[in-house]
Protein backbone atom coordinates (compact mmCIF):
# COMPACT_ATOMS: atom_id res chain seq x y z
CA UNK A 1 0.00 0.00 0.00
CA UNK A 2 2.92 2.57 0.70
CA UNK A 3 4.24 1.90 -2.77
CA UNK A 4 0.98 1.96 -3.90
CA UNK A 5 0.87 5.62 -2.87
CA UNK A 6 4.54 6.53 -4.17
CA UNK A 7 4.12 5.26 -7.52
CA UNK A 8 1.24 7.10 -7.29
CA UNK A 9 2.81 10.37 -5.79
CA UNK A 10 5.72 9.61 -8.21
CA UNK A 11 3.41 9.51 -11.51
CA UNK A 12 1.03 12.50 -10.49
CA UNK A 13 4.58 14.47 -9.92
CA UNK A 14 5.13 12.77 -13.77
CA UNK A 15 2.31 14.45 -15.15
CA UNK A 16 2.43 17.69 -13.21
CA UNK A 17 6.26 17.56 -14.63
CA UNK A 18 5.08 17.33 -18.34
CA UNK A 19 2.33 20.04 -17.75
CA UNK A 20 4.05 22.47 -16.49
CA UNK A 21 7.11 22.03 -19.37
CA UNK A 22 4.07 22.27 -21.75
CA UNK A 23 3.21 25.14 -20.33
CA UNK A 24 6.62 26.59 -20.54
CA UNK A 25 7.10 25.44 -23.90
CA UNK A 26 4.04 27.22 -25.70
CA UNK A 27 5.18 30.65 -24.86
CA UNK A 28 8.81 30.15 -26.79
CA UNK A 29 6.81 29.47 -29.54
CA UNK A 30 4.84 32.11 -29.40
CA UNK A 31 7.63 34.39 -28.66
CA UNK A 32 9.60 32.89 -31.35
CA UNK A 33 6.42 33.86 -33.96
CA UNK A 34 5.72 37.21 -32.68
CA UNK A 35 9.64 38.03 -33.31
CA UNK A 36 9.51 36.49 -36.72
CA UNK A 37 6.44 38.35 -37.82
CA UNK A 38 8.03 41.65 -36.22
CA UNK A 39 11.13 41.03 -37.99
CA UNK A 40 9.36 40.40 -41.32
CA UNK A 41 6.61 43.39 -40.78
CA UNK A 42 10.28 45.42 -39.84
CA UNK A 43 11.19 44.07 -43.67
CA UNK A 44 8.47 45.04 -44.73
CA UNK A 45 8.36 48.59 -43.55
CA UNK A 46 11.88 48.57 -44.79
CA UNK A 47 10.98 47.24 -48.26
CA UNK A 48 8.21 49.36 -48.34
CA UNK A 49 10.57 52.62 -47.28
CA UNK A 50 13.38 51.38 -49.93
CA UNK A 51 10.62 51.01 -52.40
CA UNK A 52 9.27 54.74 -51.37
CA UNK A 53 12.84 55.76 -51.71
CA UNK A 54 13.57 54.42 -55.04
CA UNK A 55 10.29 55.82 -56.36
CA UNK A 56 10.73 59.04 -54.55
CA UNK A 57 14.61 58.76 -56.67
CA UNK A 58 13.26 57.68 -59.97
CA UNK A 59 10.67 59.99 -60.21
CA UNK A 60 13.20 62.75 -58.92
CA UNK A 61 15.72 61.94 -61.27
CA UNK A 62 13.01 61.61 -64.53
CA UNK A 63 11.99 64.63 -63.26
CA UNK A 64 15.44 66.46 -63.78
CA UNK A 65 15.86 64.11 -66.87
CA UNK A 66 12.84 65.74 -67.82
CA UNK A 67 13.70 69.30 -66.50
CA UNK A 68 16.87 69.06 -68.32
CA UNK A 69 15.62 67.58 -71.17
CA UNK A 70 13.41 70.77 -71.77
CA UNK A 71 16.15 73.07 -71.02
CA UNK A 72 18.43 71.61 -73.18
CA UNK A 73 15.35 71.89 -75.87
CA UNK A 74 14.65 75.36 -74.96
CA UNK A 75 18.64 75.97 -75.58
CA UNK A 76 18.78 74.44 -78.71
CA UNK A 77 15.55 76.30 -79.78
CA UNK A 78 17.16 79.59 -78.74
CA UNK A 79 20.20 79.17 -80.38
CA UNK A 80 18.47 77.92 -83.82
CA UNK A 81 16.04 80.99 -83.78
CA UNK A 82 19.43 83.22 -82.89
CA UNK A 83 21.32 81.34 -85.71
CA UNK A 84 18.39 82.40 -88.06
CA UNK A 85 17.80 85.71 -87.10
CA UNK A 86 21.46 86.30 -87.27
CA UNK A 87 21.50 84.40 -90.77
CA UNK A 88 18.72 86.70 -92.13
CA UNK A 89 19.93 89.51 -91.05
CA UNK A 90 23.41 88.93 -92.30
CA UNK A 91 21.63 88.06 -95.66
CA UNK A 92 19.51 91.54 -95.22
CA UNK A 93 22.78 93.43 -94.14
CA UNK A 94 24.88 91.63 -97.83
CA UNK A 95 21.58 92.40 -99.88
CA UNK A 96 20.95 95.72 -99.27
CA UNK A 97 25.42 96.13 -99.09
CA UNK A 98 25.34 94.72 -102.50
CA UNK A 99 22.54 96.72 -103.39
CA UNK A 100 24.24 100.25 -102.27
CA UNK A 101 27.46 98.95 -104.19
CA UNK A 102 25.13 98.76 -107.45
CA UNK A 103 23.27 101.84 -106.99
CA UNK A 104 27.20 103.56 -105.91
CA UNK A 105 28.39 101.93 -109.37
CA UNK A 106 25.29 102.82 -111.58
CA UNK A 107 25.82 106.60 -110.03
CA UNK A 108 29.22 106.66 -110.28
CA UNK A 109 29.14 105.26 -114.01
CA UNK A 110 26.22 107.91 -114.88
CA UNK A 111 28.44 110.59 -113.52
CA UNK A 112 31.97 109.25 -115.39
CA UNK A 113 29.62 108.94 -118.97
CA UNK A 114 27.65 111.16 -119.39
CA UNK A 115 25.31 111.02 -122.33
CA UNK A 116 26.13 114.50 -123.40
CA UNK A 117 29.17 114.64 -126.30
CA UNK A 118 31.71 117.09 -125.85
CA UNK A 119 34.45 116.65 -128.89
CA UNK A 120 34.34 114.43 -131.65
CA UNK A 121 36.90 112.43 -133.01
CA UNK A 122 38.44 113.83 -136.27
CA UNK A 123 40.23 111.40 -138.48
CA UNK A 124 41.94 114.73 -140.56
CA UNK A 125 41.98 117.72 -138.53
CA UNK A 126 41.53 120.91 -140.20
CA UNK A 127 42.66 124.44 -140.18
CA UNK A 128 40.44 126.96 -138.25
CA UNK A 129 38.93 124.50 -136.04
CA UNK A 130 38.80 123.89 -132.19
CA UNK A 131 40.05 120.89 -130.93
CA UNK A 132 41.00 119.24 -128.34
CA UNK A 133 44.36 117.43 -128.04
CA UNK A 134 43.93 114.14 -126.49
CA UNK A 135 46.08 111.56 -125.68
CA UNK A 136 43.99 108.09 -126.37
CA UNK A 137 46.39 105.56 -123.69
CA UNK A 138 45.61 107.56 -120.89
CA UNK A 139 42.88 109.82 -121.84
CA UNK A 140 44.68 112.49 -121.19
CA UNK A 141 44.23 116.63 -122.23
CA UNK A 142 46.50 119.53 -121.72
CA UNK A 143 45.61 121.95 -119.29
CA UNK A 144 47.33 125.59 -118.66
CA UNK A 145 48.34 124.58 -115.50
CA UNK A 146 52.36 125.00 -115.40
CA UNK A 147 54.42 121.90 -114.18
CA UNK A 148 58.16 120.80 -114.61
CA UNK A 149 58.76 121.85 -117.36
CA UNK A 150 55.42 121.31 -118.92
CA UNK A 151 51.51 121.11 -117.89
CA UNK A 152 49.21 119.25 -115.62
CA UNK A 153 47.02 116.89 -117.67
CA UNK A 154 43.81 116.06 -117.02
CA UNK A 155 41.35 113.09 -117.97
CA UNK A 156 38.25 113.46 -119.82
CA UNK A 157 36.08 110.24 -120.77
CA UNK A 158 35.96 108.80 -124.31
CA UNK A 159 34.34 105.81 -126.41
CA UNK A 160 36.86 106.50 -129.08
CA UNK A 161 34.97 108.23 -131.03
CA UNK A 162 33.06 110.56 -128.68
CA UNK A 163 34.95 113.03 -125.56
CA UNK A 164 31.69 112.67 -122.92
CA UNK A 165 30.47 115.51 -120.13
CA UNK A 166 31.40 119.13 -120.16
CA UNK A 167 35.20 120.06 -120.92
CA UNK A 168 36.58 121.14 -117.40
CA UNK A 169 37.62 125.09 -117.66
CA UNK A 170 41.35 124.49 -117.27
CA UNK A 171 41.73 122.70 -120.30
CA UNK A 172 42.97 123.66 -123.52
CA UNK A 173 41.15 124.15 -127.00
CA UNK A 174 43.25 124.90 -129.85
CA UNK A 175 42.49 126.16 -133.08
CA UNK A 176 45.01 125.05 -135.70
CA UNK A 177 46.50 127.53 -138.35
CA UNK A 178 48.58 126.17 -141.31
CA UNK A 179 51.51 128.03 -142.96
CA UNK A 180 52.83 127.54 -146.54
CA UNK A 181 54.92 125.01 -145.71
CA UNK A 182 52.23 123.30 -143.78
CA UNK A 183 53.57 123.71 -140.70
CA UNK A 184 50.96 123.92 -137.63
CA UNK A 185 50.55 126.22 -134.53
CA UNK A 186 48.45 125.18 -132.15
CA UNK A 187 46.66 128.14 -130.48
CA UNK A 188 43.94 128.45 -127.57
CA UNK A 189 40.98 130.42 -127.33
CA UNK A 190 42.68 133.71 -125.78
CA UNK A 191 45.16 133.52 -128.92
CA UNK A 192 48.51 132.10 -127.12
CA UNK A 193 50.80 129.80 -129.10
CA UNK A 194 51.77 126.61 -127.65
CA UNK A 195 55.50 126.57 -127.37
CA UNK A 196 58.64 124.78 -127.44
CA UNK A 197 61.53 126.61 -126.04
CA UNK A 198 65.54 125.95 -126.84
CA UNK A 199 66.12 123.92 -123.35
CA UNK A 200 63.38 121.53 -123.99
CA UNK A 201 60.46 123.36 -121.83
CA UNK A 202 56.94 123.91 -122.95
CA UNK A 203 55.08 126.54 -123.00
CA UNK A 204 52.38 129.06 -123.87
CA UNK A 205 53.38 132.14 -125.43
CA UNK A 206 51.19 135.34 -126.37
CA UNK A 207 53.33 135.86 -129.55
CA UNK A 208 55.13 133.68 -132.06
CA UNK A 209 58.66 132.90 -130.66
CA UNK A 210 62.10 132.69 -133.19
CA UNK A 211 63.31 129.75 -134.39
CA UNK A 212 60.70 128.23 -135.07
CA UNK A 213 59.17 126.92 -131.52
CA UNK A 214 55.85 127.58 -131.95
CA UNK A 215 55.54 125.32 -134.88
CA UNK A 216 54.59 121.86 -135.13
CA UNK A 217 54.50 119.05 -137.90
CA UNK A 218 52.05 115.65 -137.97
CA UNK A 219 53.60 112.53 -138.32
CA UNK A 220 51.08 109.55 -139.35
CA UNK A 221 51.48 106.81 -136.59
CA UNK A 222 49.94 103.56 -135.76
CA UNK A 223 46.57 104.98 -133.48
CA UNK A 224 46.73 108.55 -133.62
CA UNK A 225 49.56 111.18 -134.65
CA UNK A 226 53.16 112.60 -133.62
CA UNK A 227 53.06 116.22 -132.85
CA UNK A 228 56.84 116.75 -133.74
CA UNK A 229 58.10 120.76 -132.56
CA UNK A 230 59.82 121.87 -135.84
CA UNK A 231 62.38 124.44 -134.25
CA UNK A 232 63.64 121.50 -131.68
CA UNK A 233 66.63 119.85 -132.35
CA UNK A 234 66.64 115.97 -132.17
CA UNK A 235 62.91 115.61 -133.52
CA UNK A 236 61.07 116.42 -129.73
CA UNK A 237 57.53 116.07 -129.79
CA UNK A 238 54.51 116.38 -127.27
CA UNK A 239 54.78 113.81 -124.73
CA UNK A 240 51.60 113.09 -122.10
CA UNK A 241 53.68 111.20 -119.44
CA UNK A 242 52.54 110.66 -115.12
CA UNK A 243 50.18 113.56 -115.65
CA UNK A 244 52.28 115.77 -117.45
CA UNK A 245 52.83 117.24 -120.74
CA UNK A 246 55.77 117.93 -122.18
CA UNK A 247 58.39 117.36 -124.67
CA UNK A 248 61.31 114.39 -125.27
CA UNK A 249 62.40 113.05 -128.23
CA UNK A 250 60.11 110.72 -130.28
CA UNK A 251 59.04 107.06 -130.21
CA UNK A 252 56.78 104.75 -130.56
CA UNK A 253 55.72 104.35 -127.23
CA UNK A 254 52.05 105.42 -126.49
CA UNK A 255 53.20 108.73 -124.67
CA UNK A 256 53.56 109.84 -127.81
CA UNK A 257 50.28 109.62 -129.70
CA UNK A 258 47.63 112.00 -129.86
CA UNK A 259 44.15 112.03 -131.70
CA UNK A 260 42.06 115.03 -132.27
CA UNK A 261 38.72 115.77 -131.34
CA UNK A 262 36.75 118.48 -132.69
CA UNK A 263 34.44 120.94 -129.99
CA UNK A 264 31.22 121.59 -131.46
Not at 8 to 14: E, P, S
Not at 57 to 74: D, F, G, L, N, P
Not at 127 to 133: A, C, G, L, M, S
Not at 140 to 154: L, P, S, V
Amino acid sequence: MHRFKKFTALLLCGVFSLSLMSCTATPTATESSDITNVFEATTTAETSESTTVTTVTETSATSESTTETSETTTAATTTEATTTATSETSASETSSSASTSASTSETSATTTFSDEVSAIYTKNPEEKKNYIVYNEAFGGTITENAMNKGFIGITIPSDGANLYGNIPAEALEFTLFYDERQNLTLRDLQGRFLSATSTGDLILTDKPVEDNYQFWRLEKTDGGWHIINVGAAGNQALQYSSGTFSIKKVSNAKEFVFNFYEVG
